[in-house]
Structure formats: structure tokens, C-alpha cells
């Protein structure tokens, strides 16, 4: 087990005033919960290009092919958000017609957007068809026909990878596996389906097929999977007579979010992945693919943390001591949904006060929002302030408005600039259970 320690969980700007209160890019997020209220999420940019440049650095140190970095939007996504991003000269992953235009609004070049789905609508498809993507992620035999008939109807010319389904699964929560047999995603490889789907695609009219694609699970830390992977779709190329120009194992590589975590890493996937890579087509006489990876936690995870107001404390029959946020299952669902760890701490540093352990829950009514079942604690009373670290992938994105919670505001934060990328939803002027 990698020694992870605070500040490996929260952003690389983090620092403390000489007060003891913790800043982001210099930036106190005491005043700021103060001027934004709270529940609040505030991403650092420095960690975000700070996570890019590794990656960069990773492959470049591996692979001597050329290679793309696509950031898988679904971890989170906002105008403001993709603006920076594009910014960094990354590509885009995008699963939706909402995250398909914010791609394009947000300056993104279609040669650098994919879409992926297992049900894309015609909307969506005709979107990306009309626009260029770079490619549409075909994932079902069904998917291929019908693209065929909007691609001929519209008279439009697409570029598309195959979504394979290699039936590896990998050591994560169950439902964030998807390359096994029996995931919804992607067209399997054993029953013939893949080799289907590129026999039908190799003298379309229409649609030509640029690439394969494989996409394992999310957060995990084994690098064998993503090498058996390789070795299955390169596999069924050489047996369809096919050579990939673009290849792309997904992303899924995992992050610690707390100090029992896994290491911050990124070498075992990248070295894994590129060194598979170049074995299998160079073995081939193959010329070496762009290699396209996908990460989405792994960019945002860490440059995001949630700032909550301690509200409620109280010790129930059996003697939990609970301590309540002013947020909890709508804006993070996710302790709830696949039993994620996290950690907090307190905004105003407390070194050399006791600790406590208490059970850190939500507002909302439902016994199952917990955020943190267990963490030790200085005391803490209504009004103080705590940060929730690595929130920045999965948490909003993934929020609600359940018992009709506004969702919270949204800042990117760099040295004296603060800029709202979502401001926080007004219950009373919300259009979604007004009817406005
Ligand atoms: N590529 C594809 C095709 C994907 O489906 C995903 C994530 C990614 C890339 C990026 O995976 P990442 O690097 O972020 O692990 N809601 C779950 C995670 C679901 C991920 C879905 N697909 C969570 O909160 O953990």
C-alpha cells in the first residue's frame, strides 16, 4: 500500500494562511464560503494542468507513437470547465447532446471529440455526423446499421471506432466495470459480434472505421487488464485483416481519496499500455496507432473540493456520534451508490485538538446518506466549516435535486481570479419544479 498522506488528496495549490485557514490558489475558502455559501465545490487549475502535464510527460516518456489525451467529460463538465480544458489543447469524451455542445461552445475542434453512448440518440448522432467528430464510438451492431442509414440519408460522410467488449473485469465496485460479458457496453469479441461489425464497416460507403476502442472500468489500480486488452483487440484486428490507425484503451485508472488510498501514479498505466501497444503492432510490422487514452478522475479527482457547513450534531441509542453537513447524497451520491471512501477536515487547521470519531452524514432523508461512515474529527460545532478532498470527478455530475436541493456553486480558482463556472441553483426560481 503506497504512503499517501493530506496532501497528496488535496489540490497542489493547497497552503494555509499563517491563521491556520486552508487556501487554494491562494484564495481563503473561508471568505469564499462565506461569499458563495455552502455547499460549495472549487476546482484548482494548477492541479488540473498539473495532472495533464504528468500524463504528457508519462507518454511521451513511453510511447514514440503519436497519442492523444481526451478527457471523458461525464467526471464533470460546464462551459467555464471545457473552456480551460480546450485551453490545454486536450481532446473530449462526450456521451450527450448537453455535453456534445458544450464541447462545441467551448471552442473544442471536432477532430478532437469522440462520441461514445451504448443508446446515442438520432439527435446525437446526426450531431456529431454533421459537425466531423473525429469518431463515433459505434457500440452495438444495431448502433452500425442505424448510423448507416442516417450517414446515407443525410449524404454525410463519418468516421467511427468500434466499442469492444475484450470480457476483462477488472477489481473495482461492480457496476463501474464494463469490458465483461455481461456489460451493456460494446460489441463482444468472443461471440464474433466485434469481428461482425468490422466485416460490415470494410467497404462502407459511408462510414469508415479508424479505430478500436476498449474501455475496462473505472477506478482501478491493476496495469494487467489494460495489457490483456491490448492483446485481445490487437488479436482481433489480425484475424478481421484489419490495422488500427487509432487505438483507445479508455481510461479507469484509479485515485486515492483517502489516506489509506492507492498511489496518485500514473506510470504503471501509461508504461503498461504503451509498452503493450508497441509490442503488439510492432510484432505485426504494423505502424504504430495514435494512441488515444481517456481519463476522467483522473484529471478532475483531485483538483476539486467540497466545502460544507457543519450543521446538526447528535449521539444516537447506540452511541454513533453524528455530525451533519449542509450537503450530502444530492450533490455526492456516490458513497451511497458504490460505497466510496472519502475524508474531511476541518477548514481552520486544529493541530494539537483531540480527535473524535464521528459519522459525517447528509441532509437528505434517506438513512443511506452517509458520506463518511467513520473519520476522526476535532470538535465541531454549527457554523464551522469542513472540506470534503477529491471531489472533483463524479460528484456533480452526477448530483440532483432530490428533496428539491438546489445544487451548489461551482468556482475555478487561480491566483487572483475567481471564476464561477456554476452559479448556485435558486430553489425558489428553480424551472425544473417551478414549470417556469
Ligand atoms: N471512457 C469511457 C468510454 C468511459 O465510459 C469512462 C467512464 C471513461 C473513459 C473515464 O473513466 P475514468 O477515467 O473517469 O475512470 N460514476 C462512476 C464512474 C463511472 C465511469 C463511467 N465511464 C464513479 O463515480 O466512480
Redesign the pocket.
Known sequence: MADISLNDLLPVSACYTPEGSLTIARQELAKLAKQFGTPLYVYDGQTIRHQIASLQEAIGHFYQGSSEITY?A??YFSLGFARRLADQGIGV?VVSLGELKIARQAGFSPLRVHL?GNNKSEDELVTALKWGVQAIVVDSLEELGFLSQLAEKLQLKGRVWLRITPGITVDTHHY?Q?AHSASKFGLPVQDGQAAEAIRQLAHHPWLTMTGLHT?LG??FFEAEPYREAVARLTELAENTGIIPQEFSP????GVPYTQDGKSNDPQPWIETVAVAVEQKFNRRGWPLPRLVV?????IVARAGLAIYTIGTSKTANDGTQFLAVDGGLADNV?PAL?Q?QYTALPLQKSEGKPVRKVTLVGKFCETGDILIPEVYLPPLQRGDLLAVPVAG??QLS?SSNYNLAARPAVLWLEEGQVEVLQAREKAEESAWWTGK
Open positions: 471523458a461525464k467526471a469524451d461514445h463501474t464494463t474501455h473505472s477506478q479508455g481510461g479507469g485508472w481517456e481519463p476522467g478522475r483522473w456516490r458504490y466510496a470527478a463524479y452526477m
